[in-house]
């Protein structure tokens, strides 16, 4: 048989050596740190990726008003052109009247009253044409 144990120490049973908690506790910071690594690339990440998508809708928008705004330029010119066209058109009918006019200039009227008799003589001559007119109806 075997021997009775001596002392009351001998009868527990004899633990592990404790580990150290050290191991568990770097392992946690290494996790933690990777995490906030990770997240700090991330983050990065997006952000040069919606600073790059921003800065070409960006540019499409400035495109699209630059061309918008030529456009508009080209309109406004060419109606201004148009307008300039006519104005000049009627200027040199203008011109022309004025110069027919001084042509017929009597003695008896100065330049200036000249168009506005010759004016209302036709306005004369209309409305007794417009009462002939009726006259035939």
């Known amino acids: ?4 144990p001596s002392s009351p120490s001998d009868l527990t049973p004899r633990r592990a050596p404790k580990r150290s908690i050290l191991p568990f506790l770097l392992l946690w910071i290494v996790l933690i740190g990777g995490g906030v690594a990770g997240t700090y690339w991330y983050t990065d990440h ?4 919606i600073e790059s998508e921003l800065q070409l809708q960006t540019a499409k928008q400035i495109a699209a008003m630059q061309q918008d705004y030529r456009n508009r330029l080209d309109e406004l010119k060419a ?3 148009e307008e300039m066209a006519k104005m000049s058109s009627k200027v040199d009918a203008l011109n022309e ?3 027919f006019n001084q042509d017929n200039v009597n003695d008896k009227t100065d330049n200036s009253n000249k168009l506005y008799t010759q004016i209302s003589e036709l306005k004369k001559q209309m409305d007794e044409l417009k009462k002939n007119l009726d006259v035939l109806k």
Do not use: C, I, N, R
């Open 79 to 81: 109606s201004y052109e």
């Open 1 to 4: 048989m075997a021997p009775a």
């Open 46 to 49: 997006m952000k040069q990726q």
């Open 97 to 99: 009247l004025l110069t």
